[in-house]
């Protein structure tokens, strides 16, 4: 039921504590949270940095225009509701639009305007923001994913998480929704991780719940023939969040639109640990080279620092690659 | 233990904790040491209450009894001293002859006055040594003093300093029975034998008197002091015992009846103006307390800056001091479980304030009152949830719901006779909402699983932190030693900058095992 502390040494498995000491305290600097604890803020910094991101809808800030928002909404054929401080997929809501009165969830869910409106005073009123403190609801555009992916997720978007430390991508995994996760990309509540090889974006290794997978529970799909296109792009991405945002050790999370190809999803400060799992191998080895660069390595320009990460830390892949 | 990886950086921060650890051990010791509060809890220590009874026949007139007072010495402590005597007016003279002095206008007839002391058993040296008192010339008539010449030349003869004097002395009298001029004199002094030997002694020129004590048996009633020879050597003095007073013959090696100097200079014991037939008489009874009361007596009188103590704020805030001196222990469990087990709860330090609930309700019936409060609650909340309201007001409707709750929980368990079911109301009402609200968004959002992963985590935590805070050990030392909160900030500190991997941890990655 339990393993040994040193055998997770040896694999150079990542624990919490020495994540938020070694990693997080030491690399990312307190006052720089509220820019990923902020979507919205994130959202600007990205844009302003030339980072794509979902089109912005429009905002609500206060109670008072919650009765605007059937207006707000009235040309849009889809749309993303989230809280701008929410964390770990919380209060958000991804809606098509059925009629002035009705929108319909991707698991085929009536939600009425009313509901809707409740939902967003539910985020002004800070349900779901870290403290409870009082928050913004962001409407976003919805994001079509790129139809090589099509298969791969049951009714949510497939995204995929890059650990970049010190601007170098250093592990990353796609998640697959399922049936399980409810239309959500949360490797606990049973979405599928995907380990991806930093050098290629190549599957190394599928999980769900702990368990090795081959195939997608839901649709069937072999997963060793997942092929992540325009992978040097959404690396390169990820690594030039570092310098917009300033933090040393972050998680990227991302996703492939059909339109506009890689797109920052949101960033986290505390990436968590399961993506170890999803690849098979533990973080602590890549980390304590990054560890070692020098701050002239580190000033390198994202494209160069992706091309290092790349060789470094390529990987034989685990699942065979199906006929 | 994998604090931290280790560089020369981190040498400051293992100063600080060695630092924080020390003090709290110094502080620790120096309470055990200077203040005999025991380390181990249960250590009992023994107190006498020893009663005086004075009586005597009062003439009409004016009266003053004034009776010597025990004071501090090697091997007791008074604790406390209170005298009953309707009527009188009753003083406590301190000083080298502590007293208490009775005085009254007019009084007739058989008077009966008390005094009580409390006294404790400890190793505590009393400290200030008696002076010697002034040596009285004295001189005999013929034939007597030339007797008592003869003795005092024998005993000399035969000794070196002014104890070994007292003994030879003594022993000529108790034994030397036949001896002629032994006997002239035992004849003739035969009730003043303890005054005869201290006028021999100042005769001698040694410092001498006669002491009272009491030998302190429990449960004896109507007792007798016992007269002693207290003899010194410069300011140092011993007690001896007097020979003929064979009942008492090995009082001094008894260890179950300790004798306890009533007088220590010489002066009467007992001083009646204005009336007769008086006497005194002593009960007293012994009893094992476990330190605490004792502990807060002694401590409370003691003012000084070390003696930084709980003890010497009033009894009310006392029990309001014993809780929050726990509760950094409630909070260090949870650093361990949370931090080296891994454990999930809701709300960081909510499962102490549970805890500390638990500890007011007793653990079974705070389990059961907690689970029916929650559980209740969210099936409150269920329906609150689909009123469409506001996050502010929806809590302060879970918050009136939670304490109607409570409120009809402590009606019905009362009506049906269950008189635990009132303790319900010692639970945080506001932390009580706070967690119904979030378990309930908790199930909406990631499902019954993770509510009972992180319910449960909180109970499992709150039930560990009311063990390790209701229990005697944890409770004796948190409270009598101030030390012991810079160790648990040590240990926090060092809990803090753990890197290793926490214990649920190696079951989470348990696949990197093979």
């Given amino acids: ?323 | 233990m994998n604090i931290g990886p280790f560089s020369f950086t981190r040498i400051p921060f293992f100063l600080l904790v060695g630092f924080l650890l020390v003090i709290g051990i110094v502080l620790t010791l120096h309470r055990h040491w200077m203040y005999e509060v025991p380390l181990v809890y249960g250590e009992t220590q023994t107190i006498w209450s020893v009663e005086a009874k004075v009586e005597f026949n009062a003439h009409g007139g004016p009266v003053k009894v004034s009776m010597a007072r025990p004071s501090a010495q090697d091997g007791f402590t008074v604790l406390k001293e209170a005298g009953a005597s309707p009527g009188y007016g009753l003083n406590f003279m301190d000083g080298n002859e502590p007293r208490a002095e009775w005085t009254v206008r007019g009084a007739k007839g058989k008077q009966e006055l008390f005094y009580r002391a409390e006294i404790l058993v400890s190793q505590m040296q009393s400290g200030a040594d008696l002076p010697p008192p002034s040596i009285q010339p004295v001189s005999w008539p013929e034939p007597y003093a030339s007797a008592v010449n003869e003795v005092l030349a024998g005993a000399y003869a035969t000794s070196a300093d002014n104890y070994s004097l007292t003994r030879e002395l003594l022993k000529r009298f108790q034994e030397d029975e036949t001896a002629q001029h032994i006997e002239l004199l035992r004849t003739h002094y035969a009730d003043q034998l303890p005054e005869l030997w201290v006028d021999m002694l100042h005769k001698a020129r040694v410092p001498a008197s006669v002491v009272y004590g009491l030998n302190l048996q429990d449960g004896r009633r109507r007792q007798n002091l016992t007269p002693l020879l207290r003899v010194w050597n410069g300011n140092d003095s011993e007690i001896f015992e007097l020979p003929g007073e064979e009942s008492n013959a090995s009082l001094l090696l008894a260890a179950d009846a300790p004798l306890l100097l009533w007088e220590q200079r010489g002066a009467p014991v007992l001083d009646v103006t204005g009336g007769t037939d008086s006497s005194i008489r002593f009960s007293m009874l012994k009893r094992e307390e476990s330190t605490y009361a004792n502990i807060a007596e002694n401590l409370s009188s003691q003012h000084d800056f070390l003696n930084f103590s709980i003890h010497s704020l009033p009894v009310e805030e006392q029990a309001m001091f014993k809780t929050i001196l726990l509760i950094p222990i409630g909070a260090l469990i949870v650093c361990i479980l949370r931090i080296i087990i891994g454990i999930r709860t809701s709300g960081t330090f909510m499962p102490v304030l549970i805890a500390l609930a638990f500890i007011q309700t007793s653990l079974v019936t705070g389990l059961i009152g907690f689970l029916l409060v929650v559980a209740t609650g969210l099936f409150i909340r269920s329906y609150l949830s689909r009123l469409n309201l506001l996050l502010v007001a929806r809590i302060t409707a879970v918050i009136i719901t939670v304490i109607a709750i409570i409120s009809i929980f402590s009606v019905l368990s009362y009506k049906v006779g269950l008189t635990e079911g009132l303790k319900i109301t010692f639970f945080p009402m506001i932390i009580l909402s706070w967690t119904i609200e979030r378990m309930s968004i908790l199930w909406e959002e990631e499902g019954g699983r993770e509510v009972m992963v992180q319910g449960g985590g909180s109970l499992l935590t709150a039930v560990l932190a009311y063990w390790a805070m209701s229990d005697p050990w944890v409770r004796h030392l948190t409270f009598n030693f101030i030390g012991i909160q810079f160790i648990v900030l040590a240990l926090v500190l060092l809990i803090g900058s753990y890197t290793g991997y926490r214990l649920l941890e190696l079951k989470r990655f348990k696949a990197f095992g093979s």
């Fill in chain 1, 1 to 323: 039921m339990f393993t040994f502390p040193w055998r997770l040494e040896r694999r150079g498995i990542l624990g919490m504590n020495r994540r938020n000491i070694s990693y997080i305290s030491r690399y990312n600097p307190r006052r720089l949270y509220p820019l990923v604890d902020n979507k919205l803020k994130t959202k600007l910094l990205a844009q302003k940095a030339g980072i794509t991101t979902p089109a912005l809808i429009g905002t609500v800030q206060n109670q008072h225009d919650v009765s605007l928002l059937a207006d707000l909404l009235r040309d849009v054929p889809g749309f993303a509701i989230k809280p701008a401080k929410g964390s770990g997929g919380k209060g958000i809501l991804v809606l098509s639009r059925h009629d002035d009165e009705q929108y319909i969830k991707n698991s085929g869910a009536l939600v009425t305007l009313a509901e809707l409106q409740r939902h967003v005073s539910n985020i002004l009123s800070g349900l779901y923001s870290l403290g409870g403190s009082p928050d913004i609801a962001i409407i976003e555009e919805l994001i079509e994913f790129d139809q090589q992916l099509g298969g791969y997720s049951f009714e949510g978007v497939p995204d995929i998480r890059v650990i970049v430390c010190r601007g170098y991508p250093v592990m990353a995994m796609m998640r697959l929704s399922t049936r399980n996760s409810d239309g959500k990309a949360n490797l606990h509540q049973g979405a599928v991780g995907v380990g991806l090889d930093i050098a290629t974006g190549r599957p190394l290794k599928a999980v769900q719940n702990g368990l090795s997978v081959e195939r997608h529970p839901d649709t069937g799909r072999e997963l060793s023939e997942l092929v992540i296109p325009q992978w040097g792009q959404l690396l390169e991405l990820a690594a030039r969040c570092y310098e917009e945002s300033g933090l040393g050790y972050l998680g990227t999370d991302m996703v492939l639109d059909r339109r506009y190809g890689p797109m920052l999803l949101e960033l986290n400060a505390r990436p968590g640990l399961t993506i170890q799992v999803a690849n098979g191998c533990g973080l602590l080895p890549r980390l304590k080279i990054i560890d070692a660069l020098s701050d002239a390595d580190v000033a390198r320009p994202a494209a160069e620092r992706v091309a290092l990460s790349r060789q470094w830390f390529a990987a034989q892949p685990e699942l065979k690659t199906g006929a």
